[in-house]
């Protein structure tokens, strides 16, 4: 007798190919029940209308938030309202928008932003992770680079549109994040420290010092979100101010908007 064979014909090599076609059909049917447990039923963009599922649901994806803040069930949340401050360029499916009023606060194109939770982003102990530089855990500017407080602001159309009035930092990152510019109306506002470009002295020119945002026009500086709370910035604000001075570079000014070639 052949010891290969359990029974009959039935030998090692089939069982294990048997079991393990068994288990990747059960691999297949958990993966699929757990890609929907969040962002389902689906619901079409345009009508709203609910696509039946056939395969079976999983139970909701439940995030429990940290420091005391209880759960979160993504499909418990309200469904945004789609308005589109903008026209269609022509009349055909899948035609770009025209944006209608200031794309820049309008969230248009590269100026969208995502309603991300109206609450600080936090360090891994529960404090505000970006802060001004004087209500951080003592980090300070080193002696040898630009201070930068004081210096003034120089937007896209080479209009001075303020000074710096304070420095904001990353407390767990440990880099600048945000300028703080007190604009020329008397307005404070942040700029991203990604868009802005200090300009030192020189050691063989008079070069003045200065900081320059080519972001968006000294106009625009107006209309950046501001903070609700002084000294606190929201994840929500975050995205609002980050998309405005990144959205500037294809609207700040009617030739960015159009094509190169």
């Known amino acids: 007798m052949n010891t290969a064979y359990i029974a009959g014909t039935f030998d090692v090599a089939e069982l294990a190919f048997l079991l393990f076609f068994g288990f990747f059909i059960l691999l297949v049917v958990y993966l699929n029940r757990e890609s929907r447990r969040e962002g389902y039923p689906l619901e079409d963009e345009l009508t709203g209308r609910v696509h039946p599922l056939k395969l079976g649901d999983g139970d909701k994806k439940v995030f429990k ?16 309202a789609i308005d589109v401050p903008g026209k269609r360029a022509f009349n055909s499916a899948g035609a770009p928008y025209v944006p209608t009023g200031n794309p820049m606060k309008d969230g248009m194109g590269p100026a969208a932003w995502a309603n991300r939770a109206k609450y600080p982003d936090l360090t891994f102990d529960g404090r505000p992770r970006i802060v001004p530089l ?10 040898n680079d630009p201070q930068l407080i004081g210096w003034p602001v120089i937007a896209a159309d080479k209009t001075t549109v303020g000074k710096v009035s304070d420095i904001w930092v990353d407390q767990a990152e440990h880099i600048i994040r945000y300028l703080e510019v007190e604009t020329t109306t008397g307005r404070k506002v942040l700029a991203p420290m990604t868009v802005a470009a200090v300009q030192t002295k020189g050691f063989f020119d008079d070069r003045a010092e ?4 080519d972001a968006i026009t000294a106009a625009q500086f107006d209309d950046v979100p501001t903070l609700e ?18 959205g500037g570079y294809m609207y700040a000014t009617p030739e960015r908007a159009e094509p190169w070639l």
């Open 65 to 80: 938030l940290p420091n005391g803040r209880g759960t979160y069930v993504p499909e418990d949340v309200a469904r945004d």
């Open 134 to 143: 004087a209500h951080s855990h003592d980090l300070v500017i080193s002696p």
């Open 210 to 213: 200065l900081v320059e945002i």
């Open 229 to 246: 709370t002084p000294g606190i910035i929201t994840r929500y604000e975050e995205d609002r101010i980050q998309a405005y001075f990144g």
